[in-house]
């Protein structure tokens, strides 16, 4: 089960411009399946209303007139005490500021200083405001009480400035909220690698030869990790989409620089899971300049690239916490003999069978349909579910395996 379902998170919204951002921030959690409370302050509420939110996650959205109305008395002890996250996006300098001190004087603040759970802080503010003593002294004293702030980022700011002082993207948010939820789960202390994506093998200065693969179930993968809290290392071909929030991402373009950074990290790795769709072939010769037209159609002659989890496989006596290894197996044809061949020849723990030839799985498509095949040749036929689904199935055999 994903570490979002069903957790309880108080979301405060302060007065900002920013505030129209934490409205995404509140759907998409709850897309993730959170109970997200939001409690605004009345500055939070000039900028958006109490309805946008319980709009989008279903649930009432508290606010300053709550405070003095029939459940007062508690109100705010019964939000803080279910909750098991508390994050302020966005957070203003005066927020921030009464919360250092420890003022209580409207219902998010008094909430604060009663909630026994985490707190995740979004800064939104203008460059010299973050900038100034009084606010940077705060953000230490929150820092060393243990909180965690997130940002503020550099760019445009409401002011007209560029600076130091808007709030991080929801994206970044929820990330971190994953890393919160999840550090103390199964997969804490240990390190997972995890690679993505087609690599390219180099034509010419300019060409590559690469494949569909869109890298989607690799970064669900790592993402699932970390909300098992792992520490992760993702080995990404170039792929359209944003590094998970906490990962250590080493970009590499060719099968053979993703070789050399999967050994590297396996050294101290306790897990592999090679989602990467890495080149079977690649060109003889990479020409230096570009090819040119007018010199005909060029023959290009292919060769093997190196096979990373065959040679992972031969090098695991000196990979000494390398404890599970597992693959995937793209196949449009005898699926499960395919992969179980590959299970055995790659010397893996387990590998996915993915049927790439269906419409609604594999490369590109938000959604997968894999049988995990093991050594000790027990099997799990998975239904159709999203990629985030399979990488969650993934990593609770990882942690079984690990225990
Ligand atoms: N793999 C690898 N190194 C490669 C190619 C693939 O480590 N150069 C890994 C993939 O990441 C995957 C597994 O091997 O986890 C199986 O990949 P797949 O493409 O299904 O099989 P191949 O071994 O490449 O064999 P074939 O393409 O002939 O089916």
């Not at 500021?97 to 503010?125: E, F, S, Y």
């Not at 909300?227 to 792929?239: E, H, I």
């Amino acid at each position: 089960m994903s570490v979002f379902q069903g957790k309880h998170i108080l979301l405060g919204v302060t007065g900002s411009i920013a505030a129209y951002k934490a409205a995404d921030l509140a759907s998409k959690l709850t897309q993730e399946g959170v109970l997200v409370d939001v409690i605004l302050t009345r500055a939070g509420e000039s900028f958006v209303t109490p309805l946008t939110f319980q709009s989008v996650t279903g649930r009432r959205a508290y606010t300053e007139k709550d405070l003095w109305g029939s459940e007062a008395h508690v109100l705010h002890v019964g939000l803080g005490r279910e909750a098991n996250l508390l994050v302020i996006a966005p957070c203003t300098a005066d927020t921030l500021a009464k919360l250092a001190h420890g003022i209580a004087d409207n219902l998010l603040t008094v909430t604060a200083l009663a909630a026994q759970c985490p707190l995740l802080i979004a800064p939104a503010m203008d460059g010299g405001m973050f900038d100034h003593p009084a606010t940077q002294e705060n953000v230490a004293k929150l820092k060393e009480r243990g909180a965690v702030i997130v940002g503020p980022a550099e760019g445009h700011l409401a002011s007209g400035l560029s600076g130091k002082g808007r709030m991080v993207e929801p994206f970044e948010i929820l990330g971190n909220v994953r890393l919160l939820l999840g550090r103390n789960g199964k997969l804490a202390g240990k390190k997972v690698v995890v690679t993505a994506g087609g690599t390219q093998e180099p034509l010419d200065p300019v060409r590559v030869l690469t494949n569909h693969s869109s890298g989607k179930q690799g970064y669900a993968i790592a993402e699932s990790a970390l909300a098992s809290g792992a520490d992760v290392v993702l080995v990404t071909a170039p792929t359209a989409l944003s590094a998970p929030v906490g990962a250590c991402v080493v970009r590499v373009q060719s099968a053979e620089d993703m070789l050399n950074a999967v050994l590297e990290e396996c050294k101290d790795a306790d897990a592999l899971v090679m989602a990467a769709a890495a080149a079977d072939f690649r060109p003889k010769n990479i020409a230096k300049d570009k090819l040119k037209k007018r010199d005909g159609i060029p023959q290009i002659t292919l060769e093997a690239a190196p096979d990373i989890l065959k040679t992972v496989a031969g090098q695991r006596s000196g990979m000494k916490r390398l404890k599970v290894v597992a693959g995937f197996a793209a196949e449009s044809q005898s699926l499960l003999e395919n992969a179980s061949e590959k299970l055995k020849s790659k010397n893996l723990d387990f590998i996915a069978a993915n049927d790439i030839s269906a419409k609604d799985a594999g490369f590109e498509v938000e959604t997968n349909r894999v049988t995990l095949l093991f050594a000790d040749e027990s099997r799990e036929a998975l239904p159709l579910m999203s990629k985030s689904e399979v990488a969650e199935r993934i990593v609770e055999h990882i942690s079984r395996l690990l225990e």
